[in-house]
């Protein structure tokens, strides 16, 4: 309980301290498992893959395999379009919600109400301090933090870079940025 108290703290954008990742796929399966999380919120381009595949790579159905067979459900959190999310979702077989609008979070506490999941065995992985941790922020959903993993971005990304590229290098430099294996105990 202590333990996950402390690990929340680390959540919360108001402490601007945040847990990091290179990736989603350095994450160890096993961090999610002794984090308690049922549920893992993903969000998608930058975080799963580049926003030009339609198509999941191997690399992304092989980790989102792993993350269900340790007994955790995977659900895609998206602010693009209905068409790209939901085609994208079918082919790895996984719930999504498109047009998520991060950072607000009254989609996704709708979402987490009708599902009935307890926010407490949640995380959201995704690649923007704006939107991705400033929703997990507002619904109480611990978060890591992922840089992005391939350099383009879509051109409604661009206005958040902005932002989000200053305030990580501060929090980097401040050591605000905590890497996800100090809080991964056991291994
Ligand atoms: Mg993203």
């Given at each position: 309980?202590?333990?996950?108290?402390?690990?929340?703290?680390?959540?919360?954008?108001?402490?601007?301290?945040?847990?990091?990742?290179?990736?989603?796929?350095?994450?160890?399966?096993?961090?999610?498992?002794?984090?308690?999380?049922?549920?893992?919120?993903?969000?998608?381009?930058?975080?799963?893959?580049?926003?030009?595949?339609?198509?999941?790579?191997?690399?992304?159905?092989?980790?989102?395999?792993?993350?269900?067979?340790?007994?955790?459900?995977?659900?895609?959190i998206?602010?693009?379009?209905g068409?790209?999310?939901?085609?994208?979702?079918?082919?790895?077989?996984?719930?999504?919600?498109?047009?998520?609008?991060?950072?607000?979070?009254?989609?996704?506490?709708?979402?987490?109400?009708?599902?009935?999941?307890?926010?407490?065995?949640?995380?959201?992985?995704?690649?923007?301090?704006?939107?991705?941790?400033?929703?997990?922020?507002?619904?109480?959903?611990?978060?890591?933090?992922?840089?992005?993993?391939?350099?383009?971005?879509?051109?409604?990304?661009?206005?958040?870079?902005?932002?989000?590229?200053?305030?990580?290098?501060?929090?980097?430099?401040?050591?605000?940025?905590i890497?996800?294996?100090?809080?991964?105990?056991?291994?």
């Amino acid at each position: 309980m202590k333990e996950r108290f402390r690990y929340n703290n680390y959540m919360c954008l108001s402490r601007k301290v945040f847990v990091h990742a290179k990736s989603l796929f350095e994450i160890d399966v096993d961090f999610f498992v002794q984090h308690n999380v049922k549920t893992l919120f993903v969000d998608l381009d930058n975080t799963l893959d580049s926003y030009r595949l339609y198509v999941p790579t191997e690399r992304t159905k092989e980790y989102i395999a792993k993350v269900i067979e340790a007994g955790i459900t995977p659900i895609i959190i998206s602010n693009n379009k209905g068409k790209r999310v939901t085609s994208y979702a079918k082919n790895l077989g996984l719930e999504c919600m498109y047009s998520a609008r991060k950072p607000f979070a009254r989609k996704i506490k709708r979402l987490i109400a009708q599902k009935s999941i307890n926010v407490d065995e949640t995380m959201m992985v995704g690649d923007q301090l704006v939107t991705d941790a400033g929703m997990a922020n507002k619904a109480n959903i611990r978060m890591v933090l992922t840089d992005k993993i391939v350099k383009e971005d879509q051109w409604t990304t661009h206005f958040n870079r902005l932002i989000d590229r200053p305030m990580r290098k501060h929090y980097a430099k401040k050591g605000k940025l905590i890497d996800w294996r100090t809080l991964y105990g056991k291994s």
